[in-house]
């Protein structure tokens, strides 16, 4: 009783929003639809305007009261997809209602959207299956090795590891994880081009062309947040990346502008004010809360030192969403014109995740005829997509996370050939200048001569041993150094 009084009362307080008079009219519901996604399926219906309702779940029925309000003449049940099996509508006292077909204990979700995107008044029903709290378990497996800094070493120096033994105690070769997220989809079709072309349909190919290329390249995989014509909500979206250890997070979009002649791709990262945001929700939430941020739970710390955990992580990873954001604008600039020239801040939900880079590709201006002709191209769309694969295979290369794929190559790119140990823990085939000690990831900070000190080598064996030229010390944060052995 509580919850029908307390839905009561929200939605007479859209109607008052909307500049209505409560009580509200009785509203038509002209049309129904349906989007199966992997985790829920979405029924949209379509109404001329706010109305007052109570979702009642029954086994595998669902009931929708509609009070006073009315079906359209024209309306038609939509057809099963995913958890919804069918819809019939009913007088019962001159009340509308509506039973929805469901699978058996499916979890119905509600709300009201008011006028947007070229639609009207919106009741949105989704359903969820009996196990929605999938992925749950996964976030207790979030590597630490997205932390500021890690290393790998031997407690004799003297011992020479082979590249085996380095990636085994790193956590082994394994593959950067890419989530990649096409903006949009279903009930959110995104932006509409001059010619009829919608931003979602964009987005979901060139994402889509991105993670096989992901999937293609050697030591990297991809995770698409929707893989279909589905509605995700945004802070869904980088859940998911988080749930699936994902190195990275690339959000694909398409801008629009009232102006058609606007033109030019951008890429976004999170703003200062953005990172505050985040920083104050995690703090505030993380007593409810068993997310891990870097392998660590801030529930598990004082005020102070989760404070400083969460500093020290968000400020890794805007530091290489940074990096990354540059090296992908700087390759979709070779395709043609960017929007500012430079790597561009703002507030987007989906990019405020606390321990993931986190990008956002506005790929050109579907609002310009021409640049929406190239997006309808499946051609430029691969092109798109071999950009910003480029720039982000280009950031893995430089700036390798520890126990990858990517590490094993930079090590061998630095002329760190590892001697094998043979199985009296004698080495083999060994030269001073080949040997290696450890593997150091570079933190804000630090420089050739702090660590050099650090591991007890001069800052010259340091240079060779990693091809640095040049009389400088500053280093690149994230990039991951060769200790030769002393």
């Not at 001329?48 to 595998?60: A, E, K, L, N």
């Not at 929605?132 to 011992?159: F, I, L, N, Q, Y």
């Amino acid at each position: 009783m509580r919850a029908s009084l307390f839905r009561f009362g929200l939605c007479a307080l859209v109607a008052a929003a909307a500049g209505l008079s409560s009580p509200v009219r009785a509203a038509e519901i002209r049309g129904a639809r349906v989007w199966a996604g992997p985790e829920y399926t979405r029924v949209v219906f379509d109404l001329s305007g706010p109305v007052r309702y109570d979702i009642t779940p029954r086994g595998d029925q669902v009931r929708v009261d509609l009070g006073n309000d009315r079906l359209a003449s024209a309306f038609a049940a939509p057809s099963a997809q995913g958890l919804f099996k069918g819809i019939t509508a009913h007088r019962r006292g001159g009340r509308l209602e509506l039973l929805a077909d469901v699978s058996a204990g499916t979890k119905p979700k509600s709300f009201m959207l008011k006028p947007g995107g070229g639609y009207g008044y919106r009741l949105v029903l989704d359903l969820y299956p009996q196990n929605g709290a999938k992925g749950a378990d996964a976030k207790a497996s979030v590597p630490a090795t997205r932390m500021a800094k890690v290393t790998v070493s031997k407690a004799d120096k003297h011992e020479v590891l082979t590249l085996r033994q380095v990636a085994e105690q790193m956590g082994g070769e394994r593959k950067v994880v890419v989530a990649v997220d096409a903006g949009h989809g279903g009930v959110d079709p995104g932006a509409h081009g001059p010619h009829g072309t919608l931003e979602k349909n964009v987005t979901l190919a060139v994402a889509r062309k991105l993670a096989a290329l992901i999937d293609k390249q050697p030591g990297m995989q991809a995770v698409l947040t929707r893989d279909g014509d589905y509605f995700i909500p945004l802070k869904r979206r980088y859940e998911i990346a988080r749930e699936k250890n994902a190195d990275l997070f690339v959000s694909i979009h398409a801008d629009a502008f009232r102006n058609g002649d606007a033109k030019g791709s951008s890429v976004w990262v999170l703003s200062s004010r953005g990172k505050s945001t985040v920083a104050a929700r995690w703090l505030a939430d993380r007593e409810n809360s068993s997310d891990l941020i870097g392998g660590v739970s801030l529930a598990s710390e004082d005020d102070s030192l989760a404070s400083v955990l969460l500093d020290m992580q968000q400020g890794w990873a805007v530091q290489a969403s940074e990096s990354i954001a540059g090296n992908v604008l700087k390759a979709l600039g070779k395709l043609g014109p960017t929007h500012r020239g430079y790597v561009e801040r703002a507030n987007f939900v989906v990019l405020r995740s606390p321990d993931v880079p986190s990008i956002l590709v506005e790929t050109a201006f579907i609002s310009n005829p021409s640049e929406e002709r190239k997006l309808r191209d499946p051609e430029h769309q691969t092109e798109l997509a071999e950009a910003v694969m480029g720039g982000v295979r280009n950031y893995f290369e430089t700036t390798p996370p520890p126990g990858t794929w990517f590490a094993a190559q930079a090590a061998r790119r630095n002329g760190a050939v590892l001697a094998s140990i043979g199985s009296t823990g004698a080495t083999s085939g060994k030269r001073a200048d080949e040997s290696v000690q450890d593997m150091h990831k570079v933190a804000r900070g630090e420089s050739l001569g702090s660590i050099a000190r650090q591991y007890g080598v001069s800052v010259g064996a340091l240079k060779n041993a990693n091809r640095i030229s040049g009389s400088g010390d500053t280093l690149r944060a994230g990039s991951v150094l060769t200790i030769p052995a002393g």
